[in-house]
C-alpha cells in the first residue's frame, strides 16, 4: 500500500488486481488498447497498462517514472511525482476489468468516454462519464426510490420505450427500462436515453444525452454501465 498526504479521493478506479485512489480532481480514461488513463485538466499524467497477471505486489521502481505491480504485473507509468497524483493505490485485487467506484456504487468503465471527477469542495461528489470533445454530451447517474414515469419535456418527444436484460455483478438477471427522447438543442437534432436499473431494493437511473450524430457509441457505452452497475458492500 502506497499512501499520500494530498488531495482528497472524489471517485476510485479498480482492475487487474489494482485498487486507485486519485487525487482529485482529475479524469480518467479506459482507451481502445485498455490502459487506463489518468488527465489533469488536459493532460495526461499517469497511464496503467495491464500486465499478462493481475497486480500481486509492489509497485517496484524499473526507471524514471516507471512502476510495475508484481512480476508479470501492470505497469504504470508516470508524468507527475506518484503524491501529486494518486493518494492511494493498493494490490491484490481479482482480475477484472477496469471499473469506476462512486459513492455507494461501481460499474464496469467503457472505454473511450472520459470520466469527469468531482473537485473535493463541491457540493456532491458524483461523477459523470463524458464523450470525448463533446460539449453537453455525457452520462449522469441519479439514485431515486423507485421506478419513476419518464416524461418529455416541453422541448422535446419521446422516441421509443423498451427494455433489455441483462446479468448483475451477482450473477441474478436484470431488466432494463430505457426511454428515449429526441429534441433539437442549439439547432441540432439530439437524443436522451434515461435507463432505470434495479439497485438494492431502489433505482439507479443512467441518463445519457448526446448529438444525434454522435449518441451511437455513448448510448452503447451507457448501456454497458446500466448492465454492469451495482451496489458496494
Known amino acids: 500500500m502506497t499512501r499520500s498526504p494530498l488531495g482528497t479521493p472524489t471517485f476510485g478506479l ?32 499517469a497511464r496503467f497498462v495491464p500486465g499478462q497477471a493481475p497486480a500481486t505486489d509492489g509497485p517496484a521502481k524499473l526507471d524514471e517514472g516507471v512502476l510495475r505491480f508484481g512480476e508479470h504485473g501492470p505497469m504504470l507509468f ?38 469527469l471527477g468531482a473537485a473535493p469542495e463541491d457540493a456532491d461528489w458524483w461523477f459523470e462519464l463524458h464523450a470525448q470533445g463533446g460539449h453537453d454530451q455525457f452520462i449522469a447517474f441519479e439514485h431515486v426510490r423507485g421506478p419513476v414515469n419518464v416524461r418529455p419535456a416541453p422541448n422535446q418527444e419521446l422516441s421509443s420505450v423498451y427494455v433489455f436484460d441483462a446479468v448483475e ?57 446500466a448492465a454492469t452497475i451495482g451496489p458496494l458492500g
Open 169 to 225: 455483478p451477482d450473477g441474478a438477471k436484470r431488466t432494463i427500462h430505457v426511454t428515449e427522447l429526441e429534441y433539437t438543442h442549439e439547432g441540432e437534432p439530439w437524443r436522451q436515453a434515461v435507463m432505470q436499473v434495479p439497485f438494492a431494493n431502489s433505482v439507479m437511473l443512467v441518463k445519457a444525452q448526446a448529438a444525434e450524430t454522435r449518441c451511437e457509441h455513448l448510448f452503447n457505452a451507457a448501456k454497458w454501465v
Open 78 to 115: 508516470l508524468e507527475k511525482a506518484f503524491d501529486e497524483v494518486f493518494a492511494q493505490i493498493d494490490v491484490g485485487l481479482s482480475d477484472s476489468p477496469w471499473s469506476a467506484i462512486g459513492r455507494g456504487f461501481s460499474h464496469d468503465l467503457p472505454a473511450e468516454v472520459v470520466l
Open 14 to 45: 479498480a482492475g487487474h488486481g489494482l485498487l486507485i485512489a486519485p487525487r482529485c480532481p482529475a479524469r480518467a480514461m479506459v482507451t481502445e488498447e485498455g490502459h487506463l488513463l489518468i488527465v489533469h485538466g488536459m493532460i495526461e499524467v
